[in-house]
């Protein structure tokens, strides 16, 4: 089943939370993506039911296997599409609100054509992104 881009940017932004922290409550989800408490709850409800995120009794929130592969993806798309724009010259508030939106778009073909394309390139240039001669 394909997930709306909102469902993929709520198991993104619980991956994230995740990293930096031991435990995710809707609060943190509340704020991070400033949404209400009720447009929170309503949409991990869901993302409960359907198998992607599992909430405990102390309503901690973890990614179930499947929900995490979909995070994993979305950051990583986000991650390489990011670096790449910056590398190009957007800037970083730029670069990061792009890649955002583009990460729920793009196929999976051309994403991992970008990301070859963009490790081959940087696989010939130096730390600051110039071409190796």
């Not at 709520?10 to 995740?18: A, G, H, Q, R, V």
């Not at 990293?19 to 009720?38: G, L």
């Not at 949409?43 to 296997?65: F, M, P, V």
């Amino acid at each position: 089943m394909e997930l709306s881009e909102s469902r993929e940017m709520y198991l993104e932004t619980i991956l994230i939370l995740s990293k930096t922290s031991s435990s995710v409550h809707a609060v943190d989800i509340c704020e991070h993506m400033n949404f209400s408490r009720p447009s929170v709850s309503r949409a991990l409800k869901h993302l409960s039911e359907d198998g992607y995120i599992n909430i405990s009794r102390n309503k901690q929130i973890t990614l179930t296997e499947t929900g995490m592969e979909i995070a994993d993806s979305m950051y990583e798309r986000h991650m390489v599409l990011s670096e790449c724009l910056m590398r190009m010259g957007v800037s970083r508030e730029n670069a990061t609100a792009d890649a955002c939106r583009m990460e729920h778009v793009i196929s999976a073909e051309s994403f991992e054509a970008i990301k070859k394309s963009a490790l081959a390139y940087l696989k010939g240039c130096d730390a600051a992104g110039e071409l190796i001669k």
